[in-house]
Nanobody
Framework: QVQLVESGGGLVQAGGSLRLSCAAS????????MGWFRQAPGKEREFVAAISRSGGNTYYADSVKGRFTISRDNAKNTVALQMNSLKPEDTAVYYC?????????????????WGQGTQVTVSS
């Protein structure tokens, strides 16, 4: 079992930056792909970014490519999402997720464990 706890959300003006962090429990963190998803009010949960077990491969949604960066530290059991040039449409609850299915790394179905989420609000 993996427990995930997100932090770092908040209110920021458009054009600003936030850094989300996700702390994972357990000694098998490095065996999981890690992903970030988000869900805005009235919308379905959508993929944001993912990183492979070793950190050697990263994946991004087109809407965040060039603005967001995902990284992980397997020694500290953490994964981060650096978000720059934020836009009002980035407003959502952001979720950290852990999974082992590399074929579904950009799909929510590829993840078995989810955090509770952290709110990100970008004002215009």
């Amino acid at each position: 079992q993996v427990q995930l706890v997100e932090s770092g959300g908040g209110l920021v003006q458009a054009g600003g930056s936030l850094r989300l962090s996700c702390a994972a429990s357990g000694r098998t963190f490095s065996s999981y792909n890690m992903g970030w998803f988000r869900q805005a009010p009235g919308k379905e949960r959508e993929f944001v970014a993912a990183i492979s077990r070793s950190g050697g491969n990263t994946y991004y949604a087109d809407s965040v490519k060039g603005r967001f960066t995902i990284s992980r530290d397997n020694a500290k059991n953490t994964v981060a999402l650096q978000m720059n040039s934020l836009k009002p449409e980035d407003t959502a609850v952001y979720y950290c997720a852990a999974g082992r299915n590399m074929l579904l790394v950009t799909r929510s179905g590829g993840y078995d464990w989810w955090g509770q989420g952290t709110q990100v609000t970008v004002s215009s």
